[in-house]
């Protein structure tokens, strides 16, 4: 049950941790996702648009230099000098302007890689800035070439240029080519950059679903762990009520059975007197003679000591304070010394038969054994009618006990007492039916038995009458050595 | 005239106590030492005495007994003779006798124990005075 509970309280502890740290987590990965996306639209905001803008500006450039290129050749072939020196300075304007806007798109690219940026980034970045380079020198020999015509020109060579112009158209078509290349790459990284925030968004709600589902399945174990401390805690109640209420009606039946010691200990040292003050009236009155009234007197007397005495017993037991004296003694002897005496007292047509296998010593209390015995003779006697009461005594010195055995041939022990035979006041109460004796005997014979370190117990033989019998340890500390030598012997 | 009693006591003494006394006072009485032998001599003086009057003016009963208590042997005489005057002696306090006296009538009576014997003769006879009286 204990260790239930511990298991259950530790579990709640874990769930709660659980709780706490799954919602830590949430946050955390809410905090993550939030400077990752940012980062991301920064990225976008910050040099996506910017070099989109720059690339369309340096395309436009581009296409201005050819234009001007053409017209150049044409008032070239026109022979009109103005305008062909006007054309050839906006030429050589566009392609600073170009410059410029070139090494303006260089600089935001490298601007990119110190934002700490994705591999996959990284490495399209490295693309096109590869691919600008490339423009960048395509335009370089593109420039060396105009020079070249424009300086034939100055000359007045004007003739096979045709081969040069076609150079310089096919390098004018590949930057071309290569700036829409370039624009269509920054298109995709923007692509790429606003997937990536997506996907952040998705992998974050998935996570956060996780979390919170966990969360709930521990919130619903909690409920659960909790509901068994609940429980737990409903039996002990009800277990510790039920117990309360046993003690209760233990100490009712305590209270019955103090009720009925008193009223049968009044019984048992009134019913005595009775007779003594009918002795001492009637000799008073001289209707007996002193000598007959004294000698019912003592006998009455001695009756009530015997009461007294057996109180006394009941309390020592019952207390606690039973103090054994103990001396080693022939058990064999004592069982015909109290046969002999019980023989004398018989009117009835009853025969008391000893069968003892053997003499024995044995080590225990002689008045209180003499007690037992004599109190369970004297019953045997009570309840039979006609008939033999056998006392038998068995040992064994192995075991260490000898056994004495007390059969009568009375009506046997009726079956609703015999369970509880050795109780107190269990034989009768003063309501019963039949009343024999004052139900302390037996109680302090097992008592006394007991303390020895014996058993005591009865039960019904299967003709008549019934048996008694108990068993006491031969030595009080039996050591191995002596054992091993009594058996030797 | 003497009056019949039936006295049932286990103690010895008692009986022979009643004996005693009781025949001092010139009255008839028989001794039963335990309830069973109690309800017997019952039966066979009201064999013997063949009329509807009771066989006994007082039956004394002792309430503890061997075989038989007082309790029962009082209801088995009751049945027999329901006005039957019985006394009960008793060494028990009155409290456990309470829920014996549910059943007991006006005929029935209980004295505790310890008491004179003279006092008992005189109850007895007055009380058969008393009833002859009236």
Redesign the interface.
């Known amino acids: 049950m204990e260790n239930h509970k511990t298991s259950t309280s530790l579990r709640i502890g874990i769930s709660v941790a659980m709780i706490i740290m799954m919602l830590g987590l949430a946050l955390f990965l809410n905090a993550f996702t939030t400077y990752a996306i940012t980062n991301q639209m920064k990225v976008l905001s910050d040099l996506n648009m910017p070099v989109g803008q720059e690339i369309t500006r340096t395309y436009a450039i581009q296409q201005m230099q050819q234009h001007i290129f053409d017209d150049i050749t044409t008032y070239q072939k026109l022979s009109s000098q103005k305008n062909y020196d006007v054309s050839k300075i906006q030429f050589e304007s566009y392609d600073n302007q170009w410059n410029y806007e070139v090494k303006k798109i260089k600089n935001l690219t490298d601007a990119f890689l110190n934002y700490g940026l994705d591999n996959d980034t990284v490495v399209d970045l490295a693309i096109m800035s590869a691919n600008l380079s490339e423009i960048e020198s395509i335009h370089s020999l593109y420039m060396q070439k105009t020079n070249q015509i424009f300086n034939a020109y100055d000359k007045g060579k004007t003739s096979d240029l045709d081969t040069m112009i076609t150079t310089v158209k096919t390098q004018q078509n590949q930057i071309n080519l290569k700036i829409i290349l370039l624009n269509d790459e920054v298109q995709t990284l923007t692509d790429s950059l606003n997937a990536g925030v997506e996907e952040s968004k998705q992998k974050s709600f998935t996570l956060q679903m996780i979390i919170i589902i966990s969360t709930g399945i521990m919130s619903l174990a909690l409920g659960y762990f909790l509901n068994l401390i609940n429980k737990d805690l409903v039996q002990e109640v009800i277990k510790k009520t039920r117990s309360l209420q046993k003690a209760n009606r233990k100490l009712e039946r305590m209270n019955v059975l103090k009720d009925d010691f008193i009223?049968i200990a009044?019984?048992?040292l009134?019913?005595?007197?009775?007779?003594?003050?009918?002795?001492v009236?009637?000799a008073q009155?001289g209707?007996?003679g002193s000598e007959e009234a004294l000698a019912?007197i003592s006998?009455?007397a001695r009756q009530l000591e015997e009461v007294a005495n057996r109180i006394l017993d009941v309390s020592r037991i019952d207390n606690g304070i039973l103090q054994l004296s103990y001396e080693k003694f022939n058990l064999s002897n004592l069982l015909i010394e109290i046969s002999s005496s019980c023989r004398l007292n018989l009117d009835k047509k009853i025969k008391i038969e000893t069968r003892l296998e053997k003499e024995i010593h044995v080590e225990a209390d002689r008045v209180r054994i003499g007690q037992v015995i004599r109190n369970l003779v004297n019953n045997a006697i009570?309840f039979t009618e006609k008939g033999t009461i056998e006392i038998t005594m068995q040992h064994n010195i192995e075991k260490n006990f000898v056994e004495v055995t007390i059969s009568d041939c009375g009506p046997g022990i009726h079956p609703d007492i015999l369970p509880n035979l050795f109780n107190k006041f269990i034989t009768k109460g003063?309501?019963?039916?039949?009343?024999?004796g004052n139900g302390l005997g037996l109680y302090l014979s097992r008592e006394i038995i007991n303390v020895h370190g014996g058993h005591i117990f009865a039960y019904n033989n299967k003709d008549l009458g019934a048996t008694f019998k108990f068993t006491i340890p031969i030595m009080r500390h039996l050591k191995a050595k002596e054992l091993h030598q009594k058996i030797m012997n | 005239m003497g009056l019949q009693i039936l006295a049932a006591d286990d103690n010895e003494f008692a009986g022979l106590q009643y004996k005693k006394i009781f025949e001092k006072h010139q009255h008839n009485i028989t001794i039963a030492k335990d309830g069973e032998a109690c309800v017997e001599a019952y039966k066979k003086r009201l064999e013997e005495s063949h009329s509807d009057g009771n066989p006994f003016n007082v039956v004394l009963l002792d309430f503890v007994m061997p075989k038989k208590n007082g309790v029962r042997v009082a209801k088995e005489i009751l049945e027999l003779r329901p006005h039957q005057k019985i006394i009960f002696v008793s060494a028990f306090g009155n409290g456990i006798l309470d829920d014996a006296a549910v059943f007991l009538k006006d005929d029935v009576e209980i004295i505790q124990k310890p008491f004179s014997l003279e006092f008992l003769v005189n109850k007895i006879e007055s009380t058969h005075a008393l009833k002859n009286m009236r």
């Open positions: 009223n009044s019984h048992e009134k019913s005595p007197l009775h007779p003594i003050y009918g002795f009236e009637l009155n209707d007996i019912g006998k009455q009570k003063p309501n019963a039916e039949s009343w024999n």
